[in-house]
C-alpha cells in the first residue's frame, strides 16, 4: 500500500503542465528529511564543499518563505545540515531546504516544520572554515539555479522557474 501523501499546495506537475518547457526540473533523487514534503519559494543559494557555514550563516537570517538551494557537489562525506539547523531553518520562517548533498540527525529533521530535501544521510559534520559562496548561480546535476528563480518542491520531485503560473482554473 502507498503511503499517504497531503495534496501540495502547488504541485510540480501542475506547474510542468502549465509551463512546458520555461520549467526546469532538477534531476535528482531527493530523499525528504523535513516536516514539510511539498514546498516552494524564491531561491536563495549556496555554492560549498564539505563547509556548512555559509548553511548556518544564512538559516540564521529571517527565511522570510524563501528556500535555500544548496549546491554541496553532490558530497557524501559530510552533512552539510544537522538537528540544529533545522530548527534554525523552521524558526527563521525558511520555507525549505534543497541541498545537493547529504543531512543528518534524519529523527530530528523530521520534526521540524520546514522542508528538506537531500541525496541521503551522513555522520560526520563538515568542516566550518566559511568557505562557499552565497546568492550565486549554481549548477545542480547540470541545471542552473540562479537566485531569486522560483523552486517548487513535493513528492514528485524539484523544479525551478523564473515565474510562478498561473494556475487558476486547474
Ligand atoms: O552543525 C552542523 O554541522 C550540522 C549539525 O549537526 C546540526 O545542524 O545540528
Not at 506547474?15 to 514534503?37: R, T
Request: include cysteine; aromatic fraction near 4%.
Amino acid at each position: 500500500m502507498p503511503r499517504k501523501i497531503a495534496t501540495p499546495k502547488l504541485a510540480t506537475a501542475d506547474v510542468c503542465d502549465a509551463m512546458g518547457k520555461a520549467v526546469k526540473v532538477l534531476p535528482v533523487k531527493f530523499q525528504d528529511f523535513g516536516g514539510n514534503i511539498d514546498f516552494a519559494g524564491p531561491a536563495v543559494t549556496v555554492r560549498t564543499l564539505d563547509d556548512n557555514s555559509k548553511v548556518k550563516a544564512l538559516l540564521a537570517t529571517k527565511g522570510e518563505g524563501r528556500v535555500l538551494v544548496v549546491d554541496g557537489d553532490g558530497s557524501e562525506r559530510t552533512a552539510l545540515m544537522g538537528g540544529n539547523l533545522a530548527v534554525l531553518a523552521a524558526q527563521n520562517g525558511w520555507a525549505g531546504a534543497v541541498i545537493y548533498g547529504c543531512v543528518r540527525d534524519s529523527h530530528e529533521l523530521c520534526r521540524e516544520d520546514v522542508g528538506i530535501k537531500a541525496l541521503g544521510t551522513c555522520p560526520r559534520k563538515t568542516e566550518k572554515l566559511d568557505r562557499g559562496e552565497i546568492d550565486c548561480e549554481i549548477a545542480i546535476a547540470g541545471v542552473t539555479v540562479h537566485p531569486g528563480n522560483w523552486i517548487v518542491a513535493d513528492a514528485d520531485g524539484v523544479v525551478v522557474t523564473k515565474e510562478l503560473p498561473s494556475l487558476d482554473g486547474q
